[in-house]
């Protein structure tokens, strides 16, 4: 039996041998449910787990009598939100344990099958298995008295010639036929998570061979950017501010597939050591939603013991998280992360000492979700809306509306009363991006071949620009016509560093300059810094004029280097060029006739108000002005008959402005009517009033623009 099954597997191989080389694709099928995950579950767990045994039998017996089971794994997963499980049993310094009975001498290898149990438990509640596989036999006889964890004799006879297993090329040999035996062996697992290369894998096409074999199985890879393989997974780094903040150190750019790895235990080894290590919420709950906020997959390890059970602190962390991150699972399940190439509103330092990061949901780009996980000192927050313009705040957990503002393209919370101590969630609605140029063609001062200018503005987050280590670098935007110019915005390729510097190739030292006839520039119009940070740099403008607009890049905080994804110009901010705009929601309003009703969706806030059907029933808002003078009202309703129902707009019980509000084709399409009424300084009372039988249509709220117009 053993003779036939070496046969089998190197008839594989050998079949293999000359199949044409595979690519890994950026983006492939087999990768969808690693790009559906937001998390992981790493567990190390071998011979050396504590008490540490040099039988494997012995090792086997005691997992078995201990109680070990498959659906312990999978639940506490779910409990911390995990999509996947990593296993780690192969493990260097686990004495190269398989927890299954390989037909492969060598090294440990089990009677029961614990791999195929897990995979088959986890599939039957929806979650993937990846399968860890090392190439390092350097700790072959580590914790032992004499001898090694690995057989050099006893793998020679079975493939027929010496091979001296403590060696790298050996081991690769090793562990090369036991890829294609677990392929074979298990048509549901998952992946190989590859703790590094081996030269030997790579001189027989090991990974070209997994991806024609199993088609559907993904393949990453431990410290080291192999570009064949799906995905990069590096350690969680530290030295960081704030110290969760794991996303500063990535260096590989999205849309490739990126994992942080990192321990739930404070200290002791990666797999059991014998103690009940503490788990440290804050940097733990940090950790795993800012690499969300990054569209990073968080693989968080945890050291179960001989009998698969968790110490009682991880046990009690993972009770606490799966009720925690419940509360608030909208907001990181089914989202990418916000302020890079999906959207969002812009993450990172906030203002009075905050610290977050933005997520975006995939199935609907307006729909935003702020994570303050360093609060700020006081009742207010306040971050770069993106362009976005926003309709609606709330208080994931309570559903509570939260008052905000719009001015200058920064969105504003206030009035919040007590912050989460590990993260307070805003959901935010939004009606879109306004403001932004379209058609506007880009050139550049330099570009190597293939990222040339027009890749910063094509919106298309697969291509970029590149200045070709030039300096000054510079890139123009031509706006077909002399137009107003706000802001720019610039979205640099995410692969540079934040922590250590040095791996940076931001921008840091730029100048702005205008041209109407793309010659004549004259004197910069700005000059300035931007940080070494993530997501959407702006760099806003006094109001000017122009059809031609550069921005030159005079520095740089790490490297020459300058990449941009995308990179576009505002002529206005969301909600009106620099004006300052406000909501207010119907269901706040003072209502004469009728009741505040949630039965239609596409609302904002929590409802709207569904008057009753007589003339001279009314809703009313008071609306402060910072100032006497003209204001935008954008009144949404909706009306779903077929017959208008018109209202009388008054302010301050003056003249009656009359307004149409034709039927908008259902109660669900929600249409805005815009007008402008005068103002007087502190609290005015805006009324809209029914003039016919009909009532008012549905009132959503009303937007107020002062200090310009929408």
């Given at each position: 039996?053993?003779?036939?099954?070496?046969?089998?597997?190197?008839?594989?191989?050998?079949?293999?041998?000359?199949?044409?080389?595979?690519?890994?694709?950026?983006?492939?099928?087999?990768?969808?449910?690693?790009?559906?995950?937001?998390?992981?579950?790493?567990?190390?767990?071998?011979?050396?787990?504590?008490?540490?045994?040099?039988?494997?039998?012995a090792?086997?017996?005691?997992?078995?009598?201990?109680?070990?089971?498959?659906?312990?794994?999978?639940?506490?997963?779910?409990?911390?939100?995990?999509?996947y499980?990593?296993?780690?049993?192969?493990?260097?310094?686990?004495?190269?344990?398989?927890?299954?009975?390989?037909?492969?001498?060598?090294?440990?290898?089990?009677?029961?099958?614990?791999?195929?149990?897990?995979?088959?438990?986890?599939?039957?509640?929806?979650?993937?298995v990846?399968?860890y596989?090392?190439?390092?036999?350097?700790?072959?006889?580590?914790?032992?008295?004499?001898?090694?964890?690995?057989?050099?004799s006893?793998?020679?006879?079975?493939?027929?010639?010496?091979?001296?297993?403590t060696?790298?090329?050996?081991?690769?040999?090793?562990?090369?036929?036991?890829?294609?035996?677990?392929?074979?062996?298990?048509p549901?697992?998952?992946?190989?998570?590859?703790?590094?290369?081996?030269?030997?894998?790579?001189?027989?096409?090991l990974?070209?061979?997994?991806?024609?074999?199993?088609?559907?199985?993904?393949?990453?890879?431990?410290?080291e950017?192999?570009?064949?393989?799906?995905?990069?997974?590096?350690?969680?780094?530290?030295?960081?501010?704030?110290?969760?903040?794991?996303?500063?150190?990535?260096?590989?750019?999205?849309?490739?597939?990126?994992?942080?790895?990192?321990?739930?235990?404070?200290?002791?080894?990666?797999?059991?050591?014998?103690?009940?290590?503490?788990?440290?919420r804050?940097?733990?709950?940090?950790?795993?939603?800012?690499?969300?906020g990054?569209?990073?997959?968080?693989?968080?390890?945890?050291?179960?013991?001989?009998?698969?059970?968790?110490?009682?602190?991880?046990?009690?962390?993972?009770?606490?998280?799966?009720?925690?991150?419940?509360?608030?699972?909208?907001?990181?399940?089914?989202?990418?992360?916000?302020?890079?190439?999906?959207?969002?509103?812009?993450?990172?330092?906030?203002?009075?000492g905050?610290?977050?990061?933005?997520?975006?949901?995939?199935?609907?780009?307006?729909?935003?979700?702020?994570?303050?996980?360093?609060?700020?000192?006081?009742?207010?927050?306040?971050?770069?809306?993106?362009?976005?313009?926003?309709?609606?705040?709330?208080?994931?957990?309570?559903?509570a509306?939260?008052?905000?503002?719009?001015?200058?393209?920064?969105?504003?919370?206030?009035?919040?009363?007590?912050?989460?101590?590990?993260?307070?969630?805003?959901?935010?609605?939004?009606?879109?991006?306004?403001?932004?140029?379209?058609?506007?063609?880009?050139?550049?001062?330099?570009?190597?071949?293939?990222?040339?200018?027009?890749?910063?503005?094509?919106?298309?987050?697969?291509?970029?620009?590149?200045?070709?280590?030039?300096?000054?670098?510079r890139?123009?935007?031509?706006?077909?016509?002399?137009?107003?110019?706000?802001?720019?915005?610039?979205?640099?390729?995410?692969?540079?560093?934040?922590?250590?510097?040095?791996?940076?190739?931001?921008?840091?030292?730029?100048?702005?300059?205008?041209?109407?006839?793309?010659?004549?520039?004259?004197?910069?119009?700005?000059?300035g810094?931007?940080?070494?940070?993530?997501?959407?740099q702006?760099?806003?403008?006094?109001?000017?004029?122009?059809?031609?607009?550069?921005?030159?890049?005079?520095?740089?905080?790490?490297?020459?280097?300058?990449?941009?994804?995308?990179?576009?110009?505002?002529?206005?901010?969301?909600?009106?060029g620099?004006?300052?705009?406000?909501?207010y929601?119907?269901?706040?309003?003072?209502?004469?006739?009728?009741?505040?009703?949630s039965?239609?969706?596409?609302?904002?806030?929590?409802?709207?108000?569904?008057?009753?059907?007589?003339?001279?029933?009314?809703?009313?808002?008071?609306?402060?002005?910072?100032?006497?003078?003209?204001?935008?009202?954008?009144?949404?309703?909706?009306?779903?008959?077929?017959?208008?129902?018109?209202?009388?707009?008054?302010?301050?019980?003056?003249a009656?402005?009359?307004?149409?509000?034709?039927?908008?084709?259902?109660?669900?399409?929600?249409?805005?009517?815009?007008f402008?009424?005068?103002?007087?300084?502190?609290?005015n009372?805006?009324?809209?009033?029914?003039?016919?039988?009909?009532?008012n249509?549905?009132?959503?709220?009303?937007?107020?623009?002062?200090?310009?117009?929408?």
């Amino acid at each position: 039996m053993r003779r036939t099954a070496m046969l089998a597997v190197l008839a594989l191989v050998l079949g293999l041998l000359t199949a044409a080389p595979a690519r890994a694709d950026l983006q492939h099928p087999r990768q969808a449910f690693l790009r559906n995950s937001i998390a992981g579950l790493f567990l190390h767990w071998g011979e050396r787990t504590s008490p540490q045994h040099t039988s494997c039998s012995a090792w086997e017996a005691d997992v078995t009598n201990g109680g070990w089971s498959a659906s312990y794994w999978v639940n506490e997963a779910k409990k911390l939100h995990a999509q996947y499980i990593v296993l780690a049993t192969f493990h260097s310094r686990l004495g190269y344990a398989r927890p299954y009975p390989s037909a492969i001498p060598g090294s440990c290898r089990t009677t029961r099958d614990f791999l195929g149990e897990l995979i088959d438990a986890a599939d039957a509640q929806g979650l993937k298995v990846i399968h860890y596989m090392t190439d390092d036999p350097q700790w072959h006889n580590e914790g032992l008295s004499s001898g090694s964890w690995l057989n050099s004799s006893a793998f020679s006879s079975y493939v027929g010639h010496d091979v001296d297993l403590t060696t790298r090329d050996g081991f690769g040999e090793f562990s090369y036929l036991q890829f294609f035996e677990q392929m074979q062996r298990y048509p549901k697992l998952a992946g190989f998570w590859i703790d590094n290369d081996n030269a030997y894998w790579e001189r027989n096409d090991l990974y070209a061979k997994i991806y024609q074999q199993r088609p559907d199985m993904t393949i990453s890879n431990n410290n080291e950017d192999t570009p064949i393989m799906d995905m990069i997974s590096n350690e969680q780094k530290t030295g960081m501010t704030p110290s969760y903040d794991y996303p500063q150190a990535v260096y590989t750019a999205l849309p490739r597939l990126i994992e942080a790895d990192f321990k739930l235990p404070t200290g002791g080894p990666w797999w059991y050591g014998g103690s009940d290590q503490a788990v440290d919420r804050k940097l733990t709950l940090g950790r795993l939603i800012t690499n969300a906020g990054s569209s990073v997959k968080a693989l968080m390890a945890e050291t179960p013991m001989v009998n698969g059970k968790f110490p009682a602190q991880q046990v009690s962390f993972n009770n606490f998280a799966n009720t925690y991150l419940g509360e608030i699972w909208e907001s990181l399940g089914g989202t990418e992360g916000g302020g890079y190439m999906f959207g969002g509103l812009k993450p990172g330092f906030w203002n009075n000492g905050a610290h977050g990061v933005t997520t975006v949901a995939k199935d609907d780009p307006n729909r935003h979700y702020i994570h303050v996980i360093t609060p700020p000192s006081g009742s207010t927050l306040s971050l770069r809306d993106n362009g976005y313009r926003v309709s609606s705040v709330t208080n994931l957990r309570t559903g509570a509306p939260v008052a905000f503002t719009q001015s200058g393209g920064t969105l504003t919370l206030s009035g919040i009363s007590g912050w989460d101590q590990y993260d307070t969630v805003f959901k935010v609605l939004t009606s879109g991006r306004q403001g932004i140029y379209t058609g506007v063609t880009l050139s550049a001062s330099s570009s190597t071949s293939g990222h040339g200018a027009a890749a910063a503005g094509d919106g298309n987050y697969l291509t970029y620009w590149d200045s070709d280590a030039a300096e000054p670098a510079r890139l123009t935007f031509d706006l077909g016509s002399a137009k107003p110019i706000r802001y720019l915005a610039v979205n640099q390729r995410e692969d540079s560093t934040v922590y250590p510097s040095s791996g940076s190739a931001r921008i840091s030292d730029y100048q702005v300059h205008v041209s109407n006839d793309g010659s004549t520039w004259g004197s910069a119009v700005k000059t300035g810094t931007v940080p070494n940070a993530r997501g959407v740099q702006f760099i806003d403008l006094n109001a000017v004029t122009a059809r031609y607009v550069r921005l030159s890049k005079t520095g740089h905080h790490g490297v020459a280097r300058w990449r941009v994804d995308e990179a576009w110009v505002g002529g206005q901010y969301a909600g009106g060029g620099g004006s300052t705009g406000t909501r207010y929601e119907a269901e706040n309003a003072t209502i004469s006739q009728g009741a505040v009703e949630s039965n239609h969706a596409g609302y904002s806030g929590t409802g709207f108000v569904n008057g009753d059907n007589v003339t001279g029933s009314y809703t009313e808002w008071t609306i402060n002005a910072p100032a006497a003078g003209t204001a935008t009202i954008a009144l949404r309703y909706a009306n779903g008959t077929t017959t208008a129902r018109p209202a009388a707009v008054t302010v301050n019980g003056g003249a009656a402005q009359n307004r149409d509000y034709p039927g908008t084709g259902a109660w669900t399409t929600w249409v805005s009517d815009t007008f402008t009424v005068p103002l007087n300084a502190g609290a005015n009372t805006l009324r809209v009033t029914a003039t016919t039988d009909g009532g008012n249509p549905n009132l959503d709220y009303v937007d107020v623009t002062t200090g310009g117009t929408s």
